[in-house]
């Protein structure tokens, strides 16, 4: 048993390092979109690279709806018309 629980441990520790979340996405003055499923944002020293499923072709405008949010969140960004989840996030300073 205690085998397990320092197994079960040890994956939550690895799991929660690779989980990057943003906060102060709504300082971001900037964007680039960097393919059709990758935006970037600029802005407050940092780029945040945010990965998603979803489709992007030539946003008129790009509005960030959450200003803390982790990979795997709903409604994070509007680009055009169009509500964006983001399926994994990177933050670089």
């Known amino acids: 048993m205690r ?3 320092s197994a079960l441990a ?4 690895v799991a929660a390092a690779h989980a990057d979340c943003v906060t ?3 300082m971001a003055t900037g964007y ?3 393919g059709p499923n990758t ?3 600029f802005g407050s020293g940092q780029v945040i690279v945010i990965h998603t499923f979803q489709f992007m072709y030539s946003p008129g405008q790009v ?5 803390s949010f982790c990979s ?3 409604a994070v960004l509007l680009v055009g018309d169009q509500v964006i989840n983001a ?3 990177d933050v670089s300073q």
Do not use: N, P, T
Request: glycine share 4%; proline share 0%; hydrophobic share 65%.
């Open 32 to 34: 680039r979109l960097a």
């Open 72 to 74: 795997f969140s709903d």
């Open 10 to 13: 040890f994956f939550l520790w």
């Open 3 to 5: 085998r397990w629980a």
């Open 87 to 89: 399926q994994e996030v």
């Open 24 to 26: 102060g996405a709504k």
């Open 63 to 67: 509005v960030v709806l959450k200003d």
């Open 39 to 41: 935006i970037l944002l």
